[in-house]
């Protein structure tokens, strides 16, 4: 790293590739480095800035005037390069639309709307943990992680509930989507024709189970705030966003627990703990690793002049991780207080599921620490690499029944 002077203002340089094999395998040692490095880095391999300290993660996403979203939240700026897919009306757009889509999509997930949700999750948390149970020993990723939101999002959200594969390979292209156009973009839009079908036509009012949560949405079509189409692009935010990253944060956080035997025993003694301990695996694993905005006008950050249209790649998982920030924060702590963690983001692109989200980690943490007395490792885990979200591909256990 290499300090630069001069105009627009003295900033430090980086050639740490954050899309690279190597990053998103462990990307905490290179996040650390980037945090040491300064408060605002430029990547000299993509031209853009990074920020991965909790502060200025905090400033960028407080400010979406400057900070913006609508040129894309990934490394493609919409102005000057072509997007995969139509822009979502709701992550890649910015106040005062995103206020008024937003609006339509918070109404849909209000407290309300979600108290049958919880007797669901509950229900088929428990059936999950037991058939687990029951087999001994399992890979927790294709058979619990990826089993349960596949299993209780369409059933909360009514859609068609026999699309796992379907769903996990648009998520897993919508996530890879947000970087350059390296091996795993290519890798996870093969086959994207079909997928891209399947999603769109589930997007449609007809496809939705009129008690879900999606006819909620097309509820705001009725009332004229949005058009049909709108309905359509709102409920694809859903099927974008909702499934691959609590796939991602259920399979970390298992093998979280699996790691630490003494956490999983403190879980176990006081079940009410399942939704910090979520919270915390949320936080220490931030399975979404970051998104970029892109600035409106010149703009200053923390004593760098950032030129209008740079593009700044906000690092949720090194906030999330920023010992500025948190004591001893690689430490796995559920009783953590984890206010202030930015794996959900910050301000007001925050995450519009984080409800759901923490109602599905929840349930599921408490129905199996009634069932599983302990977990062994019985492979090497390994991850799965997407240029945004930090998943497994493979975590085999075996657990000790209650
Ligand atoms: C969307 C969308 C897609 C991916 C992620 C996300 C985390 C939203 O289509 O609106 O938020």
Same mark, same amino acid.
């Given at each position: 790293?290499?300090? %630069?002077?001069?105009?627009?203002?003295?900033?430090?340089?980086?050639?740490?590739?954050?899309?690279?094999?190597? +990053?998103?395998?462990?990307?905490?040692?290179?996040?650390?480095?980037?945090?040491?490095?300064?408060?605002? %880095?430029?990547?000299?391999?993509?031209?853009? +800035?990074?920020?991965?300290?909790?502060?200025?993660?905090?400033?960028?996403?407080?400010?979406?005037?400057?900070?913006?979203?609508?040129?894309?939240?990934?490394?493609?700026?919409?102005?000057?390069?072509?997007?995969?897919?139509?822009?979502?009306?709701?992550?890649?757009?910015?106040?005062?639309?995103?206020?008024?889509?937003?609006?339509?999509?918070?109404?849909?997930?209000?407290?309300?709307?979600?108290?049958?949700?919880?007797?669901? +999750?509950?229900?088929?948390?428990?059936?999950?943990?037991?058939?687990?149970?029951?087999?001994?020993?399992?890979?927790?990723?294709?058979?619990?992680?990826?089993?349960?939101?596949?299993?209780?999002?369409?059933?909360? /959200? $009514?859609?068609?509930?026999? $699309?796992?594969?379907?769903?996990?390979?648009?998520?897993?292209?919508? +996530?890879?989507?947000?970087?350059?156009?390296?091996?795993?973009?290519?890798?996870?839009?093969?086959?994207?024709?079909?997928?891209?079908?399947?999603?769109?036509?589930?997007?449609?009012?007809?496809?939705?189970?009129?008690?879900?949560?999606?006819?909620?949405?097309?509820?705001?079509?009725?009332?004229?705030? =949005?058009?049909?189409?709108?309905?359509?692009?709102? =409920?694809?935010?859903?099927?974008?966003?909702?499934?691959?990253?609590?796939?991602?944060?259920?399979?970390?956080?298992?093998?979280?627990?699996?790691?630490?035997?003494?956490?999983?025993?403190?879980?176990?003694?006081?079940?009410?703990?399942?939704?910090?301990?979520?919270?915390?695996? %949320?936080?220490?694993?931030?399975?979404?690793?970051?998104?970029?905005?892109?600035?409106?006008?010149?703009?200053?950050?923390?004593?760098?002049?950032?030129?209008?249209?740079?593009? %700044?790649?906000? /690092? /949720?998982?090194?906030?999330?991780?920023?010992?500025?920030?948190?004591?001893?924060?690689?430490?796995?702590?559920?009783?953590?207080?984890?206010?202030?963690?930015?794996?959900?983001?910050?301000?007001?692109?925050?995450?519009?599921?984080?409800?759901?989200?923490?109602?599905?980690?929840?349930?599921?943490?408490?129905?199996?620490?009634?069932?599983?007395?302990?977990?062994?490792?019985?492979?090497?885990?390994?991850?799965?690499?997407?240029?945004?979200?930090?998943?497994?591909?493979?975590?085999?256990?075996?657990?000790?029944?209650?």
């Amino acid at each position: 790293m290499t300090p %630069v002077t001069g105009t627009p203002s003295a900033h430090v340089r980086s050639d740490i590739d954050p899309f690279s094999d190597e +990053f998103l395998a462990d990307p905490f040692p290179p996040l650390a480095e980037l945090r040491d490095a300064g408060p605002v %880095v430029y990547l000299e391999r993509y031209g853009v +800035f990074a920020v991965a300290r909790h502060d200025e993660v905090a400033a960028v996403l407080r400010k979406p005037q400057v900070f913006s979203s609508a040129a894309g939240v990934g490394i493609t700026n919409f102005a000057t390069g072509k997007p995969w897919r139509k822009p979502s009306i709701l992550l890649e757009v910015d106040p005062p639309v995103h206020t008024h889509n937003r609006r339509v999509v918070a109404r849909a997930l209000a407290p309300r709307s979600l108290a049958w949700l919880q007797e669901i +999750f509950d229900r088929r948390a428990g059936e999950l943990a037991a058939d687990l149970v029951s087999r001994g020993s399992f890979d927790a990723v294709p058979d619990l992680a990826e089993i349960f939101p596949t299993r209780v999002f369409p059933e909360a /959200f $009514g859609i068609a509930t026999d $699309g796992r594969d379907q769903l996990l390979a648009y998520g897993a292209m919508v +996530f890879n989507g947000h970087g350059p156009r390296n091996h795993l973009f290519d890798a996870s839009m093969a086959g994207a024709e079909g997928v891209i079908g399947w999603i769109t036509e589930q997007c449609s009012r007809s496809s939705l189970r009129p008690d879900g949560l999606g006819a909620l949405i097309y509820a705001g079509a009725d009332a004229g705030e =949005v058009t049909e189409d709108e309905a359509a692009l709102l =409920v694809r935010s859903f099927l974008s966003a909702g499934l691959d990253t609590t796939v991602s944060a259920i399979g970390l956080g298992v093998l979280d627990f699996a790691r630490h035997p003494d956490q999983w025993r403190a879980l176990r003694e006081d079940r009410s703990l399942a939704r910090n301990a979520f919270e915390e695996v %949320v936080r220490l694993e931030s399975p979404v690793i970051g998104f970029f905005r892109t600035t409106s006008e010149p703009a200053e950050l923390s004593g760098t002049l950032l030129p209008a249209g740079a593009k %700044v790649l906000v /690092f /949720f998982a090194g906030a999330n991780r920023d010992p500025r920030h948190w004591e001893d924060p690689g430490r796995f702590d559920i009783r953590r207080k984890t206010a202030g963690h930015m794996g959900f983001g910050i301000g007001v692109h925050n995450c519009v599921g984080q409800v759901i989200a923490r109602m599905e980690g929840e349930a599921l943490f408490r129905a199996l620490a009634a069932r599983v007395a302990s977990w062994w490792l019985t492979g090497e885990p390994r991850p799965r690499l997407n240029n945004t979200l930090r998943s497994l591909d493979t975590l085999p256990v075996a657990v000790e029944p209650a």
